[in-house]
Antibody, heavy 121, light 111 residues
């Protein structure tokens, strides 16, 4: 059974750096083809893909946010960490991590519950 | 503005069929057979309903089907049920640089 759970601050100030952790179980990020992605959703708005890390440590970022994002993995801890620099109120959103299956190109079959991050002074 | 265009809302009565469109370009929807669809109920995480244009994950009812023609993908829900009322998002692979894009979402109302 695959589960994922996001953790991190619920409130950050403008210009600060956000660090979110995705802790997962039921799969290994060292398995060929597996990936973990981050997707966010501002209140009342659409989903937006942010970053994806693969089993082989290949990392991909949304072109529009690439300069602000870093994704890393700790396979031994079953964790993926996303950092986003220079936070702004427009970055207020629910942040999800999700499992990318080995057979998938860009789809996510298991999602965490999401964590709401508010950016405000 | 989202990369993929979806109608903001659609509606249908129980038992009817509805189709949600998702229009992209030759760089995403039209260029690859890697369109997926997600269902999202209020306050919940998205759920994968269709992947690779028309494949259903285990446990998804066969009332949900996907197709694609040119730069437009479609999700069809037949035999509408009250529990189908939700937001639906399409998503497409968009090449090794952009990787993937989501649609703006469609609110399905079951009348």
């Amino acid at each position: 059974q695959i589960t994922l759970k996001e953790s991190g601050p619920t409130l950050v100030k403008p210009t600060q750096t956000l660090t979110l952790t995705c802790t997962f179980s039921g799969f290994s990020l060292s398995t060929n083809g597996v990936g973990v992605g981050w997707i966010r959703q501002p209140p009342g708005k659409a989903l937006e893909w942010l970053a994806l890390i693969y089993w082989n440590d290949d990392k991909r970022y949304s072109p529009s946010l690439k300069s602000r994002l870093t994704i890393t993995k700790d396979t031994s801890k079953n964790q993926v960490v996303l950092t986003m620099t220079n936070m702004d109120p427009v970055d207020t959103a629910t942040y999800y991590c999700a499992h990318r299956p080995p057979s998938g190109w860009f789809n996510f079959d298991y999602w965490g519950q999401g964590t709401l991050v508010t950016v405000s002074s | 503005q989202s990369a993929l265009t979806q109608p903001r809302s659609v509606s249908g009565s129980p038992g009817q069929s509805v189709t949600i469109s998702c229009t992209g370009t030759s760089s995403d929807v039209g260029g690859y057979n890697y369109v997926s669809w997600y269902q999202q109920h209020p306050g919940k995480a998205p759920k994968l309903m269709i992947y690779d244009v028309s494949k259903r994950p285990s446990g998804v009812p066969d009332r949900f089907s996907g197709s694609k023609s040119g730069n437009t993908a479609s999700l069809t829900i037949s035999g509408l049920q009250a529990e189908d009322e939700a937001d639906y998002y399409c998503c497409s692979y968009a090449g090794s640089y952009t990787l993937g894009v989501f649609g703006g979402g469609t609110k399905l109302t079951v009348l």
